[in-house]
């Protein structure tokens, strides 16, 4: 099977750890991905909210460099150059305060080949509030200046972990299509779950804006049970009935979360293919939401006219 997943938190984790992507004890390493025919993974460089100004700009330099160095070791290439390698990678960053808090600092994140910037983490930062900050102030002037300028540059903008009103704004600006790279919808009642997830509403939003929404296999987003698949189930149902099938894709959160043993790892997105296929999800439908959804979302913004 071929895989895009759109977020992923391992070279953050390797970085910390000195850790090597061909062979480790994480969620993902390349050993365990060898059954994928194609695989393109979103490697996010994430930003710490202790972390602003050229702090943050300092340690997105850092992981960066640790990044290059083991996409280079491995052979994987960037989606972008669109190289006949079957390992495939696209960077962002998880934290608009990766900027800097400047234009300038945007545009290093262009020199640097990041194709996708989480607007924020949960706390705020320069460009908007986070899902968890007290008071909800929305994109600030100098974030929806980043997000036009994003667009620009062929950079999407991603709405995980973004507050409510800042979800609005954006939406309100936005002339590209934009996506939730790591989140779920709002089945589920815990104070997590109902932070992070998306509503009913905004899913039809992403919907009408050409977007697509990885579903995140964090435990507390999915629901708290014995059988992951079952949930990943539920959400794609729920976010299909309400958005169609054009937006769902995945977005595991791989290394970035608790994940129940039985999802917890790049080895085991087949047996959640098989799953979803044992309950009706025909093959043409698996490919997008395994593969094609994401995939097309990525070549419109970056090749389309
Ligand atoms: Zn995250």
Redesign the pocket.
């Known amino acids: 099977m071929r895989f895009f997943d759109l ?1 992923c938190d391992t070279i953050t984790e390797l970085h910390k750890r000195k850790g090597s992507l061909a062979k480790n004890d994480g969620h993902i390493s390349l050993d365990r991905a060898s059954y994928l025919t194609e695989y393109v993974q979103d490697y996010a460089i994430f930003i710490p909210d202790e972390y602003r100004g050229k702090a943050a700009v300092d340690y997105f330099d850092s992981v960066y460099a640790y990044y290059k160095n083991e996409m280079s070791i491995n052979g994987i290439s960037e989606y972008a150059d669109r190289k006949n390698t079957r390992f495939k990678s696209i960077l962002s960053v ?1 934290g608009g305060a990766g900027l800097g808090g400047t234009i300038d600092g945007l545009h290093h994140l262009a020199d640097c080949c990041v194709k996708l910037i ?1 607007i924020t ?1 949960n706390g705020r930062n320069e460009l908007a509030s986070g899902c968890f900050d007290e008071e909800d102030i929305g994109l600030t002037f100098f974030g929806k200046e980043a997000i036009k300028e994003m667009e620009k540059l062929r950079i999407a903008a991603d709405v ?2 973004l507050s409510v009103k800042g979800f609005y704004d954006l939406a309100d600006i936005a002339e590209k299509p934009f996506m939730a790279s ?1 989140s779920c919808i709002d089945i589920v009642d815990n104070y997590k779950a109902k932070h992070r997830n998306l509503t009913k509403e905004q899913v039809k939003i992403i919907a009408e804006h050409k977007g697509v929404i990885g579903i995140n296999l964090w435990e507390k987003l999915l629901g708290n049970e014995d059988n992951s698949s079952a949930a990943v189930l539920r959400h794609m149902s729920e976010i299909i009935d309400v958005g169609g099938e054009d937006i769902v894709a995945m977005g595991t ?1 791989f290394d ?1 979360c608790d994940i129940n043993p039985d999802l917890a790892g790049i080895e085991k997105i087949q047996s959640l293919h098989d799953y979803l296929s044992r309950h009706g999800f025909d093959e043409k439908l698996l490919d997008k939401i395994f593969f094609s959804n994401a995939d097309r979302f990525f070549t419109n913004l970056l090749f389309t006219k």
Do not use: A, L, V
């Open positions: 977020h998880e989480t983490w995980s972990h790591h959160d970035g």
